[in-house]
């Protein structure tokens, strides 16, 4: 008895501190590793005007206009504004850790932006910090186009294997421990099938994949596997399977329906507003002819 | 026959209104300054856009929308007064259609004027007809607004005809333009036979329109909102609501102008403390009826309370909207028809007031039925500062919303300073049929 209490003090306690720290500002315990990490795209005006369209679209909701303090101040914690001298403070490489894996109410946009755009977001940050000096990774980004992803569907246990290499001059190189994960094209995104995973030491990873997915007509699917090295930086490839389950719904839109655009209006709707204003223009129209005749009877009479 | 010495005299004091004196200077400028004022506060909201308002994504709908509404509802009168107590056979109405005929012409056109207030890009009007979707309601709305005020402008000028050709021969001190276009207006009336039974076909034919057309434009404005599931809104009786309760609005406003045009245009002679006992009766019998929906409206789904009209319903009976919820009730619809049922207070004077009162309650209760409902969405609201959730008008949204009024006010002024008030035919024909 005595124990148990103990351990909920304990957990308590735990759950606690953890909730101080979530309260307490930038506290965010980046790792050694990805703390160094830099981009190997440069930050120009170029490229912070691209990363402002994407701020806008994913960031601005809660941060409000870079500069100008009006982030969304009913979130707890409240987001900073993100050319605060405490933000100025991160390392490139503490922003895209904080982009990667979130915190709280701070979504995480790993899986959302691709690897260059999350730069991007970085770049038009940085663009508010007139003292900032860009430390450009010594990663060579030509090195991506050397990778080559084959994928290849294992039907009687329902995997997809996934075979990552690179063509070096010296020859065929393995990625160890390369982050992998796998998507499908939905109507609106990618969706994330399985979880993410790494390569093993011949470069190889395997991911389960649902028996229900539905696909197009005929079973069409498109997968994307995006792969993320130390080495060798972020690769995407995107390949067709048909793996899924065929799906011939017809669309919402195909038929005559109330939500339809007008050339598909319901037949029934079209004949009723028709009916109502010829009607109307009918009798407006036997009116006027009738005012016409009233003001040509007179001169009949007078002839 | 009549003796030429009355026909003279009808003839004289009807149209005696139509001269500009200094009070009409006065009362014109009077409303071209407040116009301005309320222009200046549009062209704040056409510059810096919608955020000059009270409205906001939840709240979209607020003060215009409701406006709208109260708008279109005044503008029903003409159908009721003109064309369903015309073909009924009232005569006493006979002296009162051309007000009704003229305020439902008044408030019809400026109900358009409205809606495009409503738009914060109003460079985009057109599009609406563009790419308007027959399945929308809006798109009906347009329609039959349009095809509304058409047909009462013909109401207003066909059984005018012949009173433009009295215009033209018997007005002395105008222009001769103006008697010129009161001549060409009058398309060579003479009153032979033929003519009379054009003009009678015609009339009749137009009565019968206008009563499915006013019908249908508030209906299709009800739907607007019945269209949706929202709390409130989803109704199947807001059709015939709308209509009823636009029978009541539209009687006070007739009131409001039948005592103005008396005291002014010195009718007492032809509008009658018997045409104010019957205004009155008519006003205690759309009321009745009108609070009839009422109580359907607000006391079935209070029986039930379902789980989001619960929300809806305790806000307007006991919450934030419970004491115009109630003013509306009690002082616009209860206490008028009470007081109006003693002959008394069927007189030229309490009329005024009642009818004052009532109008006013009617605005509110547009208010009433448009604005709770759009704080209470089925999703949560959540995250947002308090004046997202509560809807509350700007100093600018109401000059906004009053400049229809002065518009309806000088429209109405205008044309009673160019047509003669009561059909002085009509009127002659009357008599003449009486002896």
New interface residues.
């Given amino acids: 008895m005595y124990r148990i209490k103990f351990k909920i003090a304990i957990i308590l306690g735990f759950t606690g501190l953890i909730n101080f720290q979530s309260f307490a500002q930038n506290n965010w315990d980046v790792p050694a590793d990805k703390k160094s990490k830099n981009s190997n795209i440069e930050f120009n005006s170029g490229t912070a005007k691209e990363g402002e369209g994407i701020y806008n679209t994913n960031c601005k909701s809660c941060h409000g206009d870079i500069g100008k303090n009006n982030s ?4 707890k914690p409240v987001p900073p504004d993100l050319s605060s001298a405490q933000s100025k403070a991160l390392l490139d490489g503490e922003l895209f850790h904080i982009l990667n894996v979130g915190r709280g109410l701070m979504p995480s946009f790993k899986e959302v932006l691709p690897e260059s755009d999350r730069w991007k977001v970085i770049a038009y940050m940085r663009s508010y910090d007139k003292d900032y000096v860009q430390i450009i990774s010594k990663t060579d980004p030509a090195k991506a186009n050397l990778v080559k992803i084959k994928m290849v569907f294992d039907s009687i246990n329902s995997k997809l294997n996934v075979e990552v290499v690179a063509n070096e001059k010296a020859g065929i190189v393995k990625l160890k421990n390369a982050e992998i994960a796998l998507f499908v094209t939905r109507h609106f995104g990618k969706m994330q099938l399985d979880k993410t995973l790494r390569t093993d030491n011949n470069g190889n990873a395997s991911f389960d994949f649902p028996k229900d997915l539905p696909g197009d007509k005929v079973g069409n699917v498109e997968l994307i596997v995006r792969v993320n090295d130390e080495i060798y930086g972020e690769i995407e490839s995107i390949s067709k399977f048909k793996i899924a389950v065929p799906t011939d719904k017809p669309s919402l839109t195909e038929k005559r329906a ?5 050339a598909k ?2 037949i029934w ?2 004949l009723l ?1 028709l009916s ?2 010829l009607l ?1 223009t009918g ?2 129209l ?2 006027i002819y ?2 016409y ?7 009949n ?1 007078k002839n | 026959m009549l003796e030429q010495s009355k026909i003279d005299k009808i003839t004289s004091d009807l149209l005696g209104s139509i001269r500009l004196n200094k009070s009409f200077m006065i009362w014109m400028g009077f409303l071209g300054v407040s116009l301005f004022v309320c222009l200046g506060a549009y062209v704040k909201q056409l510059t810096d856009g919608l955020v000059v308002t009270g409205l906001g994504d939840y709240v979209s709908w607020g003060m215009y929308l409701s406006n709208f509404v109260f708008f279109v509802a005044t503008s029903l009168i003409g159908m009721l007064i003109s064309a369903i107590l015309g073909l009924s056979g009232a005569k006493w109405a006979a002296p009162l259609a051309r007000i009704a005929e003229i305020i439902a012409l008044a408030f019809a056109a400026v109900a358009g004027l409205v809606i495009v207030s409503d738009m914060g890009r109003p460079d985009r009007l057109l599009n609406v007809f563009i790419h308007g979707r027959v399945q929308s309601p809006i798109v009906w709305d347009i329609t039959v607004v349009t095809g509304y005020v058409l047909i009462s402008a013909l109401f207003l000028y066909i059984p005018l005809i012949p009173d433009l050709k009295i215009c033209s021969e018997k007005l002395d001190k105008i222009p001769p333009f103006q008697r010129k276009i009161y001549k060409i207006l009058s398309l060579n009336w003479n009153g032979t036979l033929e003519q009379e039974k054009l003009l009678k076909q015609s009339t009749r034919m137009l009565a019968i329109l206008i009563i499915p057309v006013a019908m249908a434009i508030h209906t299709v404005t009800s739907w607007l909102f019945a269209s949706t599931p929202r709390a409130g809104w989803d109704s199947t009786i807001m059709g015939p609501y709308f209509v009823t309760g636009a029978f009541v609005s539209g009687s006070a406003a007739v009131i409001i102008a039948m005592y103005f045009y008396r005291k002014n245009y010195k009718l007492q002679d032809y509008i009658t403390d018997f045409h104010f006992d019957k205004m009155g009766k008519l006003l205690v019998l759309v009321s009745l009826i009108y609070l009839y929906f009422n109580l359907n409206e607000y006391m079935v789904p209070g029986y039930k309370m379902k789980k989001f009209d619960a929300i809806h319903l305790n806000n307007l009976f006991i919450g934030g909207h419970a004491v115009m919820f109630w003013m509306v009730q009690i002082f616009g619809l209860i206490i008028p028809i009470i007081l109006l049922l003693f002959k008394k207070m069927r007189k030229p004077l309490p009329m005024l007031l009642i009818g004052i009162a009532v109008l006013i309650g009617a605005w509110f209760k547009r208010y009433i039925i448009v604005i709770p409902t759009m704080e209470h969405p089925f999703l949560p609201i959540q995250n947002v500062p308090l004046h997202f959730k509560v809807y509350t008008p700007t100093g600018i949204e109401i000059l906004v919303s009053i400049a229809p009024l002065i518009l309806v006010l000088i429209i109405i002024t205008l044309l009673s300073k160019v047509i003669p008030i009561i059909p002085i035919h009509e009127t002659i024909e009357q008599l003449e049929e009486k002896h």
Avoid: C, E, R, T
């Fill in positions: 969304l101040q009913s979130l109330m939500w339809n655009v007008l209006a319901p709707l079209i507003y109502g204003v109307a009798v407006i036997y009116i009738n005012l005749k009233l003001s040509k009877s007179n001169n009479l």
